[in-house]
């Protein structure tokens, strides 16, 4: 979805976003609902008509102040769309990041 954007659009080049995650879902066990993640050069997820059966969205970035600290441009281009997702595959099931999960700066909340 963010595709075809140019940094006047978009650009977020490393700050840390609002999530916004599914209580009671297996990958947020543990997790505060409201809670943090570094934002550099990420995706945003939003399953079309076709794909909506197959994917399920975990974790939004904030539908409100995404931003919690950093610079960012055009953060109304993700407000409210998945953060992280998991998709059916096969027999199986893959689980999408739109951030970087393995960041190790990140904030304790993460």
Do not use: C
């Amino acid at each position: 979805m963010l595709a075809g954007l140019d940094r006047r659009e978009f650009f977020i080049p490393g700050s840390i976003l609002r999530l916004e995650l599914e209580p009671g879902h297996p990958l947020a066990a543990g997790v505060p609902t409201r809670t943090m993640a570094w934002f550099e050069r990420g995706l945003a997820f939003e399953p079309g008509d076709e794909e909506a059966a197959k994917v399920e969205i975990v974790g939004r970035y904030g539908a409100d102040e995404v931003l919690l600290s950093g610079w960012a441009n055009g953060t109304e281009q993700i407000a409210g769309y998945g953060a992280i997702a998991v998709a059916k595959h096969g027999r199986g099931k893959v689980v999408l990041f739109g951030f970087r999960p393995q960041y190790r700066g990140q904030a304790i909340a993460t």
